[in-house]
């Protein structure tokens, strides 16, 4: 019984540390708040991609706002590992999303600062974004007091 218990206890232990220094990287990505149009950041995201990094696009969808390719850096030689760029339009800017799943954080870092600096360079200062104003809700008027 003691044995047993034992056993269990140490298995338990070894998948706790196994877990604390297992890498992260399959959690890690790096983003950006783009204050220019949906279309502009999809459009510059996959010039990107395909033309300035010159890699592999496998996948993409501009009404989903995606793109997936082959990322290879000079450090990790002949390695292919998959790569995704996401967007989503919030109103006020687009959230792009870059995920590598299986290099260090900082090769999707690089990329969010490329793509930063292509769409400064290629559409100068971002377009005005309209601005929303919040409706008031159906609560008490202005200035009533509520106990």
């Not at 991609?49 to 002949?78: I, P, W």
């Not at 954080?105 to 600062?113: A, I, P, T």
């Not at 559409?123 to 008031?136: I, W």
Request: proline share 7%.
């Amino acid at each position: 019984m003691v044995r047993r218990w034992l056993l269990t206890g140490l298995a338990c232990l070894a998948a706790g540390v196994g877990y604390l220094f297992a890498p992260t990287s399959l959690e890690a990505k790096a983003s950006l708040d783009s204050p220019y149009t949906l279309a502009q950041t999809y459009n510059a995201a996959l010039r990107l991609v395909r033309v300035d990094l010159g890699l592999t696009v496998t996948e993409k969808d501009a009404s989903v706002a995606y793109v997936l390719f082959e990322y290879k850096s000079n450090e990790s030689g002949a390695r292919v590992v998959p790569g995704s760029i996401q967007m989503l339009d919030s109103g006020r800017s687009v959230k792009v999303v870059v995920q590598l799943g299986q290099m260090p954080r900082y090769h999707e870092q690089v990329v969010v600062d490329a793509l930063a600096k292509k769409l400064r360079d290629e559409y100068g200062d971002p377009p005005p974004r309209p601005v929303h104003r919040d409706v008031p809700d159906a609560g008490p008027e202005a200035g009533e007091t509520i106990y």
